[in-house]
Nanobody, 116 residues
């Protein structure tokens, strides 16, 4: 079973940047799992933000294209979400997700607040 631990959240002003990290406990999940980031805004449902496959194919929700970048490091078993030009609408708890062989795993989330 995979354990996922997110970090990197915090308070940032509009237009600023943050990099979120998701460390995966087992190399097999890190190397072969389909990894994604989701966001749950205040009073909202959890929604898809970005994903990356084991062969480095990426997908983004329209609202973050050109501003966010998802990547993975097999060596450190860590996934990243680089977030630039942040907007108040990007506020929420960001969750790391791993899908592997039909099973899904979630981290505990890291909170991002975009505000003056």
């Amino acid at each position: 079973q995979a354990q996922l631990v997110e970090s990197g959240g915090g308070l940032v002003q509009p237009g600023g940047s943050l990099r979120l990290s998701c460390e995966v406990s087992e190399e097999i999940f890190s190397r072969h799992g389909h990894m994604a980031w989701f966001r749950q805004g205040p009073g909202k449902e959890r929604e898809f933000v970005a994903s990356i496959t084991s062969d480095e194919r990426t997908l983004y929700t329209d609202s973050v294209k050109g501003r966010f970048a998802i990547s993975r490091s097999h060596l450190s078993k860590t996934k990243y979400l680089q977030m630039n030009s942040l907007e108040p609408e990007n506020t929420g708890v960001y969750y790391c997700n791993c899908q592997y062989l039909g099973a899904g795993y979630w981290g505990q989330g890291t909170r991002v607040t975009v505000s003056f």
